[in-house]
């Protein structure tokens, strides 16, 4: 059987939030005296205000801040809107059909690790944040996963599991994703992003809403995951130079889902 690997963005594609935002307004509502820090969203490209971002985590513990990524997912997987439901219903759909997940994101990997874990992901392609000998957040990443970037990834991810690019998908939300979805042979536009809608309605793209509901386990359906199954970032953290990439020791074992999800159908007939 020819291999396959499904690549999915993670804000506003899978997930509902943008998981950077969502997490920091968590972290930020917990929070007891001093100040709170003020996230800076514009004024500059997105590589840079994503390095901004982490620039905030510098001197926490990464075991502290692994620790507050599980609190917080715990509560956003809770809400009745927590993911995009026909890009869930891709992914599990592929996950029937024996293909790899690929999560990319300019997130980082501390952040995606649960989400990871509820969806069965075999690869994370996401930012990784550096720490000091004692394990400890400087504050600097080795690269941000924005745009071109994630396209390297996942070149990288292909080359090395010499897997086709024309075999595999991507789903994507913004223009910034663009390179991402040029590169596989099955891409799918989540929204309606001018730019995206642009290329795609010219290449004869797939489209995908961006109707919002729960998390997959929340509804019965049936995700290999880390509850029951092999966690999918139980891996070695590689580093590549442009980011970094977490692989599993074992694929989970593919299944469909066991009841049935609003927009699946629509979703399944892409693979």
């Known amino acids: 059987m020819t291999r396959v690997i499904a690549f999915f963005d993670v804000d506003e594609t899978l997930l509902a939030a943008k998981s950077m935002v969502s997490f920091w307004n968590f972290r930020s509502a917990g929070r007891t005296g001093g100040p709170r820090a003020t996230l800076r969203t ?75 874990e509820e969806v069965g992901a075999h690869h994370v392609l996401a930012t990784e944040q550096l720490t000091d000998a004692a394990g400890v957040l400087t504050g600097a990443v080795r690269r941000s996963v924005i745009g071109p970037v994630k396209e390297e990834l996942m070149a990288d991810l292909l080359d090395r599991t010499g897997v086709r690019a024309r075999d595999c998908y991507a789903y994507a939300d913004h223009a910034g994703d663009l390179p991402m979805l040029a590169m596989v042979g099955h891409p799918a536009v989540v929204g309606d992003d001018p730019v995206l809608t642009r290329h795609g309605k010219a290449a004869g793209w797939r489209f995908l809403t961006t109707r919002r509901g729960p998390a997959p386990t929340a509804r019965g359906e049936l995700v290999p995951t880390g509850r029951g199954g092999p966690a999918p970032t139980s891996g070695s953290s590689v580093a590549t130079g442009t980011g970094a990439l977490l692989t599993a020791r074992r694929k989970p074992t593919a299944r469909t889902a066991a009841g049935p999800w609003e927009g699946m159908v629509a979703a399944a007939r892409y693979i």
Request: hydrophobic share 45%; net charge negative.
């Open 42 to 116: 514009t004024g500059a490209d997105r590589a840079t205000l994503n390095r901004a971002y982490f620039e905030h985590f510098a001197g926490v513990p990464a075991a502290r801040l692994e620790e507050e990524v599980r609190h917080w997912y715990a509560a956003y997987r809770r809400g009745p809107e927590a993911f995009l439901s026909q890009v869930l219903g891709a992914l599990i759909a592929h996950h029937g059909a024996g293909h790899d997940i690929a999560l990319v994101s300019g997130s980082s990997t501390a952040l995606l690790a649960p989400v990871a």
